[in-house]
């Protein structure tokens, strides 16, 4: 049963940082996909970063190249996002997810296993 936990958010001025951990159980970790997305109100879900960690491919949108990196800790099966140089136009709900098929991707409708998310505040 495959299962992804998100942790971190929280409150943080315009121009912080946050880490976000995606703790993943159930699956081959090292050759699945992992993605974060968000989710603004009255917003559509936005994928942001991709890591495959077998081969450090990675993905990144537009709206966060540069300021956020995802990496994966392949021991302790855990995905994070480092985010700085936050904006208020980042708050929103962040969520991790895993995809069956193979490959880095930012597509919502690809994933099919996702965690609870986890709410991040940038305050200006």
């Known amino acids: 049963d495959v299962q992804l936990q998100a942790s971190g958010g929280g409150l943080v001025q315009a121009g912080g940082s946050l880490r976000l951990s995606c703790a993943v159980s159930?699956?081959?970790?090292?050759?699945?996909?992992i993605a974060w997305f968000r989710q603004a109100p009255g917003k559509e879900r936005e994928g942001i970063a991709c890591?495959?960690?077998?081969?450090?491919?990675?993905v990144y949108s537009d709206s966060v190249k540069g300021r956020f990196t995802i990496a994966s800790d392949n021991a302790k099966n855990t995905v994070y996002l480092q985010m700085n140089s936050l904006k208020p136009e980042d708050t929103a709900v962040y969520y991790c997810?895993?995809?069956?098929?193979?490959?880095?991707?930012?597509?919502?409708?690809?994933?099919?296993?996702w965690g609870q998310g986890t709410l991040v505040t940038v305050s200006s």
């Open positions: 997810a895993t995809k069956s098929r193979y490959g880095s991707s930012t597509y919502t409708y690809e994933y099919d296993y």
């Open positions: 159930g699956l081959t970790f090292g050759n699945s996909a």
């Open positions: 890591i495959v960690s077998d081969n450090d491919d990675t």
